[in-house]
Nanobody
Framework: QVRLVESGGGLVQAGGSLRLSCAASRSSFRINAMGWYRQAPGKQRELVASITTGGSTNYVESVKGRFTLSGDNAKNMVYLQMNSLRPGDTGVYYC?????????WGQGTQVTVSS
């Protein structure tokens, strides 16, 4: 079982920045990847960015050049730096962690970008 604790959401004006953090508890199984998903009202949850323990990152096209995902393997933490935020980035952001056997989710943190 992996517990994920998220922080850093909030309300920001368009063009502003926020930084999300996610801490994963120690796991009996190795965490292979962590990332952030988001869900806007009335829409499906989508992957925003992910990072493997090897440092490989993946971003949804709409955030490339604006968001940066980084990780600290020793602390089992990931950070999502979000710059040049747009109203379309509004949603609940969920941290995720994957082992070879399961995927785990945080409780979510609200990000609201006003125009």
């Amino acid at each position: 079982q992996v517990r994920l604790v998220e922080s850093g959401g909030g309300l920001v004006q368009a063009g502003g920045s926020l930084r999300l953090s996610c801490a994963a508890s120690r796991s009996s199984f190795r965490i292979n990847a962590m990332g952030w998903y988001r869900q806007a009202p009335g829409k499906q949850r989508e992957l925003v960015a992910s990072i493997t323990t090897g440092g490989s990152t993946n971003y949804v096209e709409s955030v490339k050049g604006r968001f940066t995902l980084s990780g600290d393997n020793a602390k089992n933490m990931v950070y999502l730096q979000m710059n040049s935020l747009r109203p379309g980035d509004t949603g609940v952001y969920y941290c995720s962690a994957k082992t070879a056997y399961s995927a785990y989710w945080g409780q979510g943190t609200q990000v609201t970008v006003s125009s």
